[in-house]
């Protein structure tokens, strides 16, 4: 300690005037802070120069074009906010913002309950339990393409549930969520939680089977239910996990598009239009860039809003605790 | 299949002919104990005897293959833990992290429903017990390790059981604390008294803490007895090995005529406290360094004749090291009598304390 008293005292670390005074202490000084870890520094640039020209440069420039009239090729004749008039004037706009909430807050409660519960049930230590994790897990590894025609058939009534139940003998039994405007939604609820509760039950076993066994053997012994540990101990105990699982969730719902093309086109009508869609037809379909990006800016903007407090409270508290 | 006519209802513990199996191991070998009401007693034994398996027999948290456990005269083999009047203390402490000190205390007590009044009674009266009130707002993350055993302890206090189970409690505390906390449970027996099964390696913590120690291998009780007799008449080799630091002095030999033999060495075995000293070819006579004198005289069939090879000085005494013909014998001594490596001398055999095992069945003759 008293060594970097007496270099930090002489005046700025690495200045000329000091060197004198080093020079009659054989003593290593505190390395500049620019120049520790140099080696991973250096190995960083790269990366760092990515992230800055391509993620925060094309945001800003995405951003700047949205307050353009850019058709088909980007130019910058500012029009002022009249793309954010249009869109938030757009209905099929509002039925994705709409959308997006529905399938947003049914996909984050239902993922983590079920992925939760799924590991719950895992952890019991029941027999062939690697196989079980395989069966859960496996839709993950598809592509939301693929999870979304799969889930097109098995929704489809001339061959799908419909179909069977009523080859079971219930002949005026009606199952056909895709063709609904009221219920499409949920369709694409159920595929987008069949591909995505496996991930989440994987993160949440690792994070059962990382608590130590002798909380259990202490909660069984004062005669606490076994439902009530995991909702008021071991639900706390692996809070980082189930922050890690919302983190990913989210970023899963706002990005859906792959599961609605594939299922739907954002049919019947409008009625399963999603954010992102409203983005790509817009740019692609339409040649409309301008509006596209006020879209996605809209998209970041409501991302960052989430993001932004969750962030703070997450990691910039951390010196005010303990 | 045992019968249950023998079962001991004056008992606070009974384990009859309890047998665990893990797949198609055996863990624990068709067990008996007894434990009185009100006794300390400690499980003993190297690591993966089986003590902690034994321990959690007695809580419920394994289910046996076969036997029986009674617990203040009721059949608790099928009972589940929290119906059979116990609490436990884990080596990991096994706080609930998010919760306060108090909030680890009484969340079991709340589970049943207990009045208010009555958990802050209970939790005030442990804390006071075990000098925790500073800390019952606190969480176990701001706790040091010596002061969470303390809180899991109060945990298992408020229960107000009749039995204490604790798995190691000391085992991750620094050898200070580990002392401090192993007087404060010694207090608590005294305080409480009430029965406490107590599992460790640490053959230090058992000869402190127990009214009886029973030392385990391989899933067999080896022996059970109090402190001092373990100590004095352990009841095989490996009793003999396993308890005393440093370890037992070992000297292969045979018995023949009231007489020890070994290479160089002749003892006269008069003064043995044990069974009939019938002649055996093979024989292994104990000797704790603290029950060998250093003389200058010898003395025929009293003394035996050895060279000073170390002298290591452990501050209160000092351990010598000597060689007997081919045996390796070591001596405590006061540090004052301390000698240089080479000199030949005399050690002068207490045979009132030595012990002496058959080769062949390793039991104490
Ligand atoms: N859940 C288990 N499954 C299989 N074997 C086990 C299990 N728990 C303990 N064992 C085995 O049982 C033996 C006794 O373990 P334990 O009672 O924990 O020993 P210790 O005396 O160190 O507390 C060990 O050999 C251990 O490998
Ligand atoms: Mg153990």
Redesign the interface.
């Known amino acids: 300690m008293a060594d970097t008293g007496i270099s930090s005292s002489s005046g700025a670390r690495g200045a000329p005037g000091s060197v004198a005074t080093q020079a009659t202490l054989p003593i290593a000084r505190k390395p500049s802070r620019l120049f520790r870890n140099l080696a991973s520094k250096i190995a960083l640039v790269p990366m760092i120069l990515t992230v800055l020209v391509i993620f925060v440069g094309c945001t800003i420039w995405t951003v700047v074009h949205s307050f353009t009239s850019s058709k088909l090729l980007p130019k910058l004749d500012f029009v002022g906010l009249a793309q954010y008039e249009r869109l938030w004037g757009n209905d099929r706009w509002m039925v994705s913002i709409k959308n997006l909430a529905v399938y947003g807050t049914c996909s984050m409660i239902f993922s983590l309950v079920i992925g939760f519960t799924l590991a719950a049930l895992l952890d019991r230590k029941i027999r062939f339990e690697n196989t079980f994790r395989t069966i859960i897990l496996y839709p993950f590894a598809l592509s939301f393409i693929v999870t979304g025609l799969v889930w097109q058939w098995i929704l489809n009534p001339d061959f799908g549930i419909e179909k069977v139940v009523r080859d079971l003998g219930f002949e005026s039994f009606v199952f056909d969520p895709l063709h609904s405007d009221q219920f499409v939604i949920y369709g694409i609820l159920i595929a987008g939680l069949w591909q995505g509760t496996g991930l989440v039950m994987c993160l949440m076993l690792a994070g059962i089977r990382g608590i ?1 066994e ?2 259990w ?2 909660s ?5 239910p076994v439902w ?1 540990t995991y909702v ?2 071991i639900i ?2 692996i809070r980082p996990v189930i922050v890690t699982s919302v983190v990913l969730i989210a970023s899963g719902i706002v990005k859906v598009y792959d599961l609605v093309v594939a299922q739907t086109s954002g049919g019947p009508g409008t009625s399963s239009q999603m954010p992102a869609l409203y983005v790509m037809d817009r740019m692609f379909k339409d040649q409309n860039l301008a509006q596209g990006f006020a879209a996605s800016t809209m998209m970041l903007v409501a991302v960052a809003i989430i993001l932004i407090p969750w962030a703070y409270l997450e990691f910039g508290g951390k010196k005010s605790r ?1 | 299949m045992n019968t249950m006519t023998a079962v001991n209802t004056e008992s606070s513990i009974s384990i009859r002919d309890l047998t665990l199996n893990f797949g198609a191991v055996q863990v624990l070998k068709r067990m008996d104990l007894e434990v009185a009401p009100g006794e300390f007693i400690v499980l003993l034994g190297p690591s993966g005897c089986g003590k902690s398996t034994l321990l ?1 027999c007695i ?3 394994l289910d046996i293959t076969d036997g029986q456990i009674w617990i203040k005269g009721k059949n608790v083999t099928w009972a ?4 059979r009047g ?3 203390v ?5 706080l ?3 919760m306060t000190v108090r909030g680890n205390m009484s ?2 007590l709340k ?2 429903k207990m009045p208010q009044a009555e958990i802050d009674a209970r939790v005030a009266r442990a804390a006071e017990i075990l000098q925790i009130q500073p800390l019952l707002d606190r969480k176990p ?2 706790l040091s390790g010596g002061q969470r055993q303390r809180v899991a302890i109060g ?1 298992a206090l408020v ?1 107000d059981v009749d039995v204490f189970l604790f798995d190691e409690p000391l085992s991750n505390l620094d050898a200070k604390l580990r002392s401090e906390l192993r007087v404060e449970i010694k207090r608590l027996h005294n305080k409480l008294n009430n029965t406490m099964v107590y599992v460790t390696h640490d053959q230090i913590e058992a000869l402190t803490l127990a009214d009886r120690i029973a030392v385990m291998r391989g899933g067999v009780i080896q022996q059970l007895d109090e402190p001092q007799t373990i100590y004095n008449r352990p009841a095989n080799l490996f009793v003999a090995g396993f308890i005393g630091s440093p370890s037992m002095n070992f000297i292969h030999g045979a018995v023949k005529g009231g007489k020890f033999y070994a290479e160089g060495i002749v003892v006269d075995l008069a003064g043995y406290e044990g069974g009939a000293l019938i002649d055996r070819p093979k024989a292994i006579l104990g000797l704790r360094p603290e029950h060998l004198t250093v003389t200058n005289t010898a003395v025929a069939g009293k003394t035996i004749a050895a060279t000073v090879e170390i002298d290591e000085n452990l501050g209160a005494d000092s351990l010598l090291w000597l060689k007997a013909g081919d045996n390796q014998i070591s001596v405590r001594i006061p540090v004052e009598d301390r000698l240089n490596a080479g000199t030949s001398v005399h050690l002068e055999v207490d045979m009132s304390k030595a012990s002496i095992f058959d080769a062949e069945t390793e039991a104490r003759v």
Do not use: T, W
């Open positions: 130590d002798d909380i053997k202490a069984r012994i004062e005669g606490i009530k008021q101990i706390p105990m303990g | 959690n809580a419920g948290l589940e833990p929290s119906e116990i609490g436990m884990f080596q990991s402490y096994a609930y992290p998010q969340f079991g589970n049943q993350g701001a945990r229960r």
